[in-house]
């Protein structure tokens, strides 16, 4: 399990008592409402709505907000059409690759925000295709392992199509083809088998080993991006033990 996907159980985790929930909640309504504008308001007929949706009730995002997010994509007179989908690339400390995905109404100020996080934070902004080569697109669903039989989890994971499962620091990562993720996650909740986290998801193909020092300057850069209101998800390819990690958590 890479240091980013620890790194992002723990951010997880902590979504139902962060006190930046509602900046998350319009981040995740934004999406719901574009998705709902590009593919239709039938997240039956539209994997990247059912996605999105699945995102928000992760977060408990509330039915009604979800329900209006939906409805402000497919209704006469939405502004998602305005929404463009944007990524950037570029590297932090000690050499990590950052992949940033942005859904903003505004190229200009999307663009000089980044790239102000990037200085900022000790990092630089980077060309197209500079660090996109590294990653590879997957679903992943995290199960927590106490409760929970390593043999039963994989059986319902690969019967339903997930490529592997890895054990780590207590937890289950199931990983999946994009197109394969949602009926993974179902025959998982079918099989009665509690979900901590499922997202779509960037998978480097090699990471960086970070130590307290780079690791702590590597989160406070992506947290700064994570808190822009352009950006929607943020990859890096770093890697941390779990000592680093127990050390800058608490």
């Given at each position: 399990m890479s240091g980013h996907s620890k790194w992002a159980s723990i951010k997880h985790k902590k979504a139902s008592v962060d006190a930046k929930r509602g900046?998350?909640?319009?981040?995740?309504?934004?999406?719901?409402?574009?998705?709902?504008?590009e593919g239709g308001g039938d997240?039956?007929?539209?994997?990247?709505?059912?996605?999105?949706?699945q995102k928000a009730k992760d977060a408990n995002m509330p039915g009604d907000n979800i329900d209006r997010a939906i409805k402000k994509g497919t209704g006469e007179g939405s502004?998602?059409?305005?929404?463009?989908h944007l990524t950037y690339e570029g590297y932090g400390p000690n050499g990590v690759a950052v992949y940033v995905f942005v859904l903003?109404?505004?190229k200009n100020r999307a663009a000089a925000d980044v790239r102000h996080i990037f200085d900022r934070c000790g990092?630089?902004?980077?060309?197209?295709?500079?660090?996109?080569?590294?990653?590879?697109?997957?679903?992943v669903i995290s199960v927590d392992a106490a409760g929970y039989d390593e043999d039963e989890v994989m059986a319902a994971a690969i019967d339903a199509g997930a490529?592997?499962?890895?054990?780590?620091?207590?937890?289950?990562?199931?990983?999946?083809?994009?197109?394969?993720f949602m009926s993974v996650r179902d025959a998982l909740r079918e099989a009665s088998i509690e979900i901590a986290?499922?997202?779509?998801?960037m998978i480097p193909?090699?990471?960086?080993?970070?130590?307290?020092?780079?690791?702590?300057?590597?989160f406070r850069l992506l947290d700064a991006l994570e808190d822009s209101d352009d950006v929607q998800e943020v990859f890096a390819n770093f890697d941390v033990t779990d000592e680093v990690m127990e050390a800058l958590t608490g």
């Open positions: 900046k998350e909640f319009a981040k995740l309504s934004r999406a719901i409402t574009v998705a709902a504008k997240p039956e007929a539209s994997a990247s709505l059912a996605q999105a949706i502004d998602a059409a305005s929404f463009m903003t109404d505004n990092g630089k902004l980077g060309t197209d295709g500079s660090v996109a080569w590294i990653f590879e697109r997957k679903g490529e592997d499962l890895l054990s780590e620091a207590g937890m289950y990562e199931i990983r999946t083809d994009p197109a394969d986290s499922a997202q779509l998801t193909k090699n990471s960086v080993a970070l130590d307290e020092s780079d690791a702590k300057k590597t």
